[in-house]
């Protein structure tokens, strides 16, 4: 099994990136928040990998902290919660943030990241609310995360746009409309938001 991968961004779209290693392309999924800290293509990377083989397909799942790993396999670990809806979850919420709903039974917060339900969100409340305890979390206070997590949703939704191939003058204006419309949501939410509005616009 694939376990980590160190070589170059070849490409990168919405959910996937292609990385080469060797002169082979290995097309690896990340979630929205983790793509957007990718580094841009023709820049080097080192990733960590879960490998789930199926009757009709070889999936690379691709993380840059091993928190998020872990997060990965305990979300995946719940029933009827595949790689790509655990993938959904870590698009939409930080760890972090991810640890707190979940701890809090905070059901109404995990239904708002698109694709999750209400069944799904008190499965995962059920099934993780004492397992993600185990998780390092950042020892800062809820208040400084809160900050931070403001503060630094514009400048990933700018770098996601710039990533996916965007003039910086292009992601800013649309990173604001985005925000503006829609305030402080899920950074998945904002940015098909503003990619909606670069796609109406180009």
Do not use: C, W
Not at 114 to 124: F, I, N, P, S, Y
Not at 142 to 153: M, N, T, W
Request: glycine residues 8%; neutral net charge; charged residues 25%.
């Amino acid at each position: 099994m694939i376990a980590a991968l160190h070589g170059t961004v070849l490409e990168k779209s919405e959910d996937e990136a292609i990385i080469e290693v060797a002169g082979v392309g290995y097309r690896v999924a990340f979630s929205v928040l983790t793509l957007s800290r990718l580094p841009p293509a023709g820049e080097p990377v080192r990733v960590r990998v879960r490998t789930v083989v199926r009757e009709d397909a070889f999936e690379l799942y691709g993380f840059l902290t091993p928190v998020e790993e872990a997060m990965f396999a305990l979300l995946t670990s719940v029933s009827h919660v595949g790689p790509r809806l655990a993938m959904t979850v870590l698009s939409g919420l930080e760890v972090d943030e991810l640890v707190v709903a979940l701890e809090r039974g905070e059901v109404a917060r995990l239904t708002r990241i698109h694709g999750v339900g209400k069944k799904t969100a008190e499965r995962l409340v059920l099934e993780l609310k004492d397992k993600v305890k185990v998780l390092p979390r950042a020892a800062s206070s809820a208040g400084a995360r809160a900050g931070a997590r403001a503060e630094g949703r514009r400048a990933d939704l700018v770098s996601a746009l710039a990533n996916l191939g965007y003039r910086p003058a292009q992601a800013d204006a649309a990173a604001d409309a985005a925000l503006e419309k829609l305030g402080e949501v899920e950074l998945e939410a904002l940015l098909r938001e503003a990619l909606g509005s670069l796609r109406t616009a180009s």
